[in-house]
Nanobody, 115 residues
Framework: QVQFVESGGGLVQPGGSLRLSCAASKTILSISTMGWYRQAPGKQRELVAIARSGGRTNYADSVKGRFTISRDSAKNTVYLQMNSLKPEDTAVYYC?????????WGRGTQVTVSS
């Protein structure tokens, strides 16, 4: 059973930066899309950013210009560089991988932006 494990979350002050990573526990072929979602308390899970296999990326309007997604397809790893963090970015961040066998989700990593 393949698992995806996130790391890099934590507590940061407004305006600060964090870099999230998500890696698969073993090699998976044919991952078409890898991405990041987040869920704040009392809210639904929402898309943050996705990176498609051809290199195209998409971002939520709320993070455009502040967050950057990248992936290393050879390592089945996806990253999320988060700059200029705001308190409203506080959430549990989940990575996602889309394959012909179905979707895989990590367990999440907490990001808290607070002074």
């Amino acid at each position: 059973q393949v698992q995806f494990v996130e790391s890099g979350g934590g507590l940061v002050q407004p305006g600060g930066s964090l870099r999230l990573s998500c890696a698969a526990s073993k090699t998976i072929l044919s991952i078409s899309t890898m991405g990041w979602y987040r869920q704040a308390p009392g809210k639904q899970r929402e898309l943050v950013a996705i990176a498609r296999s051809g290199g195209r990326t998409n971002y939520a309007d709320s993070v455009k210009g502040r967050f950057t997604i990248s992936r290393d397809s050879a390592k089945n790893t996806v990253y999320l560089q988060m700059n200029s963090l705001k308190p409203e970015d506080t959430a549990v961040y989940y990575c996602n991988a889309v394959t012909p066998q179905g979707d895989y989700w990590g367990r999440g990593t907490q990001v808290t932006v607070s002074s």
